[in-house]
């Protein structure tokens, strides 16, 4: 596979994959929202993208980025190095439905852009690594959302970013897991247009009762020709 660097902002470059999983809005979108300090686990890390921002910002003091695709694996960890991260990045070859026993109850918080189709819906794309990062065929929301309660400590967080159309699922999982929602915010591409993301925070092992943030705008207008000016802020607050 080829490799292509990309400049994400004035502290990030990434190298990335072309013919796989590219980073994209929704990484900065999740990395803005946390608002947590401490350990962090990032489960499903692809190229290491959202534990760099976190690192960058000074969000996470460690963070370590658990991904099943090898090849990715070993993307985040030069990832990590180029980046001056490499004593805080620590990129971990797991499937998250089998974590270990010691990682029970140390992190912070944890952070996940788990995949957003179900296994087998829409077009299958060429490229197995696109299907594994997008499609529910190694884990399920369900399945990310067990791995990052086991792992947080009580009281820690969990921050994620889904589809819009399946916030229900979400929602049932976390709490099935002890993760009480405690902050929601809605992402629509424009003014005009419907939901197309959900952020969720959850606390584990909470009592009831979340906050619904105002709606965020990726664009200005209806023809998606500039950023509206919150994501220009979240573009200059990465940098």
Request: hydrophobic letters at 40%.
């Amino acid at each position: 596979m080829e490799i292509i660097t990309t400049r994400v902002n004035k502290s990030i470059v990434l190298s990335e994959y072309t013919d796989g999983i590219r980073f994209g809005t929704d990484a900065l979108l999740l990395a803005d929202f946390v608002n947590g300090r401490g350990k962090c686990l990032d489960l499903g890390a692809g190229s290491g993208i959202i534990g760099l921002l976190l690192l960058a910002s000074r969000k996470a003091s460690v963070v370590d980025g658990v991904e099943i695709q090898k090849q990715y694996v070993s993307l985040a960890a030069q990832n990590a190095l180029s980046n001056g991260f490499s004593g805080q990045y620590n990129a971990v070859e797991r499937d998250i439905t089998h974590l270990s026993e010691f990682e029970a109850g140390i992190y912070d918080y944890c952070v996940s852009n788990p995949p957003y189709l179900k296994a087998g819906s829409g077009f299958d794309n060429l490229s197995e690594a696109l299907n594994i990062a997008r499609r529910e065929i190694l884990c399920t929301v369900d399945s990310v959302c067990a791995a990052a309660s086991k792992s947080v400590k009580s009281g820690g967080n969990v921050y994620m970013v889904y589809r819009a159309d399946r916030l229900d699922s979400l929602l049932f999982s976390l709490k099935k897991h002890s993760l009480q929602p405690k902050r929601l915010r809605v992402v629509c591409p424009s003014a005009e247009k419907k939901p197309s993301l959900i952020l969720v925070d959850a606390k584990k092992d909470a009592a009831e009762g979340m906050v619904f943030e105002n709606v965020f705008y990726i664009y200005k207008d209806n023809l998606h020709t500039e950023y509206s000016d919150e994501m220009k802020k979240i573009y200059s607050d990465f940098s």
